[in-house]
């Protein structure tokens, strides 16, 4: 069993920082690949970033790209994701999911833990 709880979501101003948690509970969180998805009003859930179990893998979708940073610490149980530059556009409740295998995934479906969300909001 693994509990994941994000933390860091506030309002911000357009061009700001911000940098989220998760937290995980339970002993396979350095086996399991564990991503960030996010969700605007009106909007599906949608793929932000992934990365592998090690930590030596990661993945991108194209809209934060370079903006964007996902790690994790093993040691620490802990996951994060580094947002800078921040746009309006980011808008939306963040949420992470852990997968069962050590290799990263895009789709929500090949998640099987998630969190309750963090609410990110940027101001133009």
């Known amino acids: 069993q693994v509990q994941l709880v994000e933390s860091g979501g506030r309002l911000v101003q357009a061009g700001d920082s911000l940098r989220l948690s998760c937290a995980a509970s339970?002993?396979?969180?350095?086996?399991?690949?564990m991503g960030w998805f996010r969700q605007a009003p009106g909007k599906e859930r949608e793929f932000v970033a992934a990365?592998?179990?090690?930590?030596?893998?990661?993945r991108y979708a194209d809209s934060v790209k370079g903006r964007l940073t996902i790690s994790r610490d093993n040691t620490k149980n802990t996951m994060y994701l580094q947002m800078n530059s921040l746009k309006p556009e980011d808008t939306a409740v963040y949420y992470c999911?852990?997968?069962?295998?050590?290799?990263?995934?895009?789709?929500?479906?090949?998640?099987?833990?998630w969190g309750q969300g963090t609410q990110v909001t940027v101001s133009s």
């Open positions: 999911a852990a997968r069962l295998q050590p290799t990263l995934w895009v789709g929500p479906e090949g998640y099987y833990y």
């Open positions: 339970g002993r396979t969180f350095s086996s399991a690949a």
């Open positions: 990365i592998s179990s090690g930590g030596g893998t990661t």
